[in-house]
């Protein structure tokens, strides 16, 4: 049942910098419209992935400085997206608060877990045999995720269990993310008004 105090959790974020120009639009109860447009295609892929699976409704557009590197672009687009879900969170009222997945990818297998707690945590177990994905340096991946878990003001925990292919994993853990994304934010007059002893999250 969706809680009766459910509003429209959308957020809209802007960050221009000396190196990237980024705007970031997010809906939670989502319809499936995402436009991503980042400069880094692999990055594009692994964003629509996001969006789709976590049924959320995502615009990002980005104009960075990928002819010094792409780290500027990914971290910031990290930032931005952690603080468009803060923002459509609101007060949190009614969430689920926790959510997890598992998702396969072929012969790979992810596992993200989410607390919707307020408190800033990144755990990230896995390794990458290849440098780079298409256009995407694979040390990026850990980065991107901690930028998201700091500004979504988040603990998450990711872990590649196992897996060969690179591809295959960074895949698993965009879509496990936003499986389990997608059950900590949905609202219920079944949950807690709000599901913390502390009274606030």
Not at 112 to 139: C, I, K, M, N, Q
Request: aromatic share 8%; hydrophobic share 35%; net charge negative.
């Amino acid at each position: 049942m969706v809680a009766s105090s459910t509003t429209d959790r959308k957020g809209s974020i802007q960050r221009v910098t000396n190196e990237t120009n980024i705007s970031v639009q997010v809906g939670l109860d989502g319809s499936d419209s995402h436009n991503i447009q980042t400069g880094i295609g692999f990055m594009d892929h692994m964003l629509d992935l996001f969006a789709k699976h976590g049924q959320f409704d995502l615009e990002i557009t980005c104009s960075g400085d990928l002819n010094v590197d792409e780290h500027h672009t990914v971290e910031d687009i990290g930032i931005c997206l952690g603080q468009a879900f803060h923002q459509a969170l609101g007060d949190k009222s009614h969430i689920s608060r926790y959510g997890h997945a598992y998702v396969p990818m072929d012969e790979a297998l992810a596992r993200a877990v989410v607390d919707l707690s307020g408190r800033f945590t990144l755990y990230f177990s896995g390794e990458f045999d290849r440098p780079t994905v298409g256009d995407l340096p694979t040390e990026l991946v850990q980065h991107f995720w901690y930028s998201f878990a700091e500004h979504a003001h988040c603990t998450l925990h990711i872990s590649i269990l196992y897996g060969i292919n690179t591809h295959h994993k960074i895949e698993a853990i965009f879509k496990s993310v936003a499986r389990a994304l997608h059950i900590a934010t949905r609202q219920s007059d079944e949950n807690a008004k709000m599901p913390s002893t502390k009274g606030i999250l």
